[in-house]
């Protein structure tokens, strides 16, 4: 059994273009669906938060048409112990961890996007070989990781939350970035899927998930990668 670091937002809100507040946090299946795979294989899940703070769901993740119809998501998160006691971030050392995932939701925009002791994470994680998983908005937390003016994941082959998937969901005007054109920017080898479709991509080390219904398929090769 292995110990898979999942690192989380602690924001509970991403401040919009015009300053004002949008509730947010991290969205459900994109925690639950690797969490239960990850522990079904035999995993052991630990939780770190910038600060330590509870990880905060996004309420609108907790609907059952987000959820494949499913009600009890709201209960299924309650029952997580992992996600009451999260470890903080800045104590965090890569050596205890055999991989590290980042679940999404657009609370990882407004912290991990600019988090020093995530960003070092992340550079460590990738240098180190080590499985690095990230989903959706999680993404988020690899704009910040340059280092020596050197974004490690330049020519990288990855996925994420789309402009398109953006634009569907009403944000795209309002958010002060969009993740696909930040990491274009930034020197990705961006994959765009069809909206809402699942879709992942595997380069090196290096897993990401484009939205919420690649969770479960990101999960899947994540197994794979340990054992």
């Known amino acids: 059994m292995s110990k898979i670091l999942f690192v989380m937002t602690g924001a509970d809100h991403l401040t919009l273009k015009d300053g004002t507040r949008h509730p947010t946090g991290f969205w459900a299946e994109e925690f639950l669906a690797p969490y239960r795979a990850l522990v079904a294989a035999g995993h052991e899940i630990v939780v770190a938060t910038p600060g330590g703070v509870v990880p905060p ?29 999260p470890v903080r971030l800045e104590d965090v050392r890569l050596a205890d961890y055999a991989a590290v995932f980042y679940p999404g939701g657009h609370g990882p925009m407004e912290d991990l ?45 990855m996925t994420g939350f789309t402009d398109a998937e953006e634009t569907a969901a009403g944000l795209a005007g309002a958010v002060p970035w969009l993740l696909q ?47």
């Open 113 to 157: 996007a600019r988090d020093e002791a995530s960003a070092a994470l992340v550079r460590d994680t990738l240098a180190d070989g080590k499985p690095l998983a990230l989903v959706c908005h999680g993404l988020a937390a690899l704009v910040p990781a340059d280092s020596d003016g050197a974004w490690p994941f330049a020519g990288y082959r």
């Open 181 to 227: 054109s930040r990491l274009v920017e930034l020197g990705a080898q961006f994959d765009e899927g069809a909206p809402w479709a699942s879709n992942i991509v595997v380069d090196r080390n290096l897993y990401t998930g484009q939205n919420p219904g690649s969770s479960a398929d990101l999960a899947a090769a994540l197994v794979d990668a340990l054992k």
């Open 57 to 85: 769901v996004d309420k609108g993740s907790l609907a059952p048409q987000a959820n494949g119809g499913d009600e009890g998501v709201a209960e299924a998160l309650a029952a997580v112990a992992e996600l009451k006691d």
